[in-house]
């Protein structure tokens, strides 16, 4: 595959991923999980703070997944998700690697995670 190819399908996987942060929703549930940290928090919480049938949820939570912007672990009966930092810098990194390239200087993003 070409580097002009290449390019292409990350733009387009990033795009995917800017899509699914595109329903107030699932940016609803991405910020209460921020706000829980790396450890995440259990589907039951994630439930009470959206609302909404338990099926609309999973869907949200399912896209959510696809592109890795949140991670699930199993504890006995219970799921908890978590944010995927890494992902979102990934993102945030694609969005600022051309700022200020005009001035040859480029921004990297650092995150305190």
């Known amino acids: 595959m070409n580097a002009e190819r290449r390019a292409v399908k990350r733009t387009e996987y ?3 991923m800017l899509k699914a942060l ?3 929703v699932r940016l609803e549930i991405v910020r209460w999980l921020i706000r829980h940290g790396e450890e995440g928090c ?3 919480e994630i439930q009470k703070e959206v609302g909404g049938a338990g099926s609309t949820l999973s869907h ?3 896209t959510l997944s696809r592109y890795g912007l949140i991670t ?3 504890d006995g009966l219970w799921i908890y998700y978590s944010v995927n930092f890494t ?3 990934e993102l945030f ?3 600022a690697q051309d700022c200020c390239s005009r001035s040859g200087s480029l921004v990297e ?3 305190g995670v």
Request: net charge positive; proline share 4%.
């Open 14 to 16: 990033f795009a995917g």
């Open 109 to 111: 993003i650092k995150t």
């Open 60 to 62: 949200h939570l399912e």
């Open 22 to 24: 595109g329903s107030p």
């Open 93 to 95: 990194n694609f969005l």
């Open 87 to 89: 992902v979102f810098k």
């Open 72 to 74: 699930s672990r199993k």
């Open 42 to 44: 259990c589907v039951t």
